[in-house]
């Protein structure tokens, strides 16, 4: 690897740290050949390709850094909205229906975990077990106005403020289908499981995010669950022809989280500029031998699809 300015490269590596740094110039690191009987390449070797310069690792670090501030800016939108909805949604029916099973979903709120640390205790109890937790250490202003002034607990749409991310998508699979169903319609999605799925996806990926992590071709570990080509038009190219047919490939890498992202938020903020912002910032991805944006799974000319419209 080419380094033609140590000091700098010096004073990149005591910011950022060898082993986070290292995750970029992975890439360029050389493909070595497998036991296979055609000669395969099977791993990464310790010599970089020709050409590779310290500089390109580092390109690669700070796009992925803006890429990760971009997503968190649009989930943070959809966390904000999906409390409202699920907020409105419950808050109709009884002021704790988060707290009461008569209100959720059976196997959340009733069907005991049977193995592991809280067997013999539902889904249901270890959240409000979380939530009670956090409400005692709240320093929110309104926490603090509401426990001084009433002895109830929290109702939902003050309660739900303090839901991470994590806490809103446990929750939202435990609600009762039909309940489910009406936010997932605003949202022009007719099967409930796919919003269940995506917010899991999503949750997924605030969480990478938040600690920092590569982003950009990640493999992810939980996946969008799949639409079926006619279910949502502007996702037909990361849809499958059937519900027999497996998962694209394309929903294991970066782009299926963006697109999923983007489909939520035309529907919150029609008039967002997080679509422009994205196109912008992908379609100026690093010109750096070996190493394309399509390593994230983005199609070709994918920013003159109707979803990044």
Request: aromatic share 12%; net charge positive; glycine share 6%.
């Amino acid at each position: 690897m080419a380094c033609t300015d140590t000091a700098r490269a010096k004073a990149y590596l005591s910011r950022i740290g060898y082993y986070r740094l290292s995750a970029y110039w992975y890439p360029f690191r050389g493909l070595c050949m497998g036991p296979t009987a055609d000669g395969a390449p099977s791993y990464r070797g310790d010599q970089f390709l020709a050409g590779t310069a310290f500089t390109h690792s580092l390109d690669l670090y700070l796009f992925d850094k803006r890429l990760r501030l971009m997503m968190l800016d649009a989930i943070e939108r959809i966390e904000v909205a999906l409390r409202v909805d699920v907020a409105i949604r419950l808050g109709s029916q009884d002021r704790f229906a988060h707290r009461k099973p008569a209100f959720l979903h059976g196997h959340f709120a009733k069907q005991a975990i049977r193995f592991g640390q809280n067997t013999g205790r539902t889904q249901h109890n270890v959240w409000l077990a979380k939530l009670d937790a956090i409400v005692p250490k709240s320093n929110e202003d309104f926490v603090r106005h509401f426990r001084a002034t009433y002895s109830d607990p929290l109702p939902i749409w003050a309660a739900i403020e303090l839901w991470d991310f994590g806490m809103l998508a446990t929750f939202f699979a435990g609600m009762k289908h039909a309940d489910q169903d009406a936010i997932a319609i605003k949202y022009g999605i007719r099967d409930r499981d796919v919003l269940v799925g995506w917010l899991r996806t999503i949750n997924h990926v605030r969480n990478i995010c938040a600690h920092h992590g590569r982003l950009w071709n990640r493999n992810l570990d939980v996946q969008p669950k799949p639409t079926v080509v006619g279910d949502i038009p502007l996702l037909d190219h990361i849809s499958r022809p059937d519900r027999r047919s497996p998962p694209p490939a394309v929903l294991t890498r970066t782009y299926g989280a963006a697109a999923i992202i983007q489909y939520l938020i035309r529907h919150i903020n029609p008039s967002s500029s997080w679509n422009r912002r994205v196109r912008d910032h992908i379609t100026n991805f690093p010109a750096i031998l070996g190493v394309t944006i399509q390593d994230a799974a983005f199609p070709v000319r994918w920013e003159t699809l109707p979803l990044w419209q």
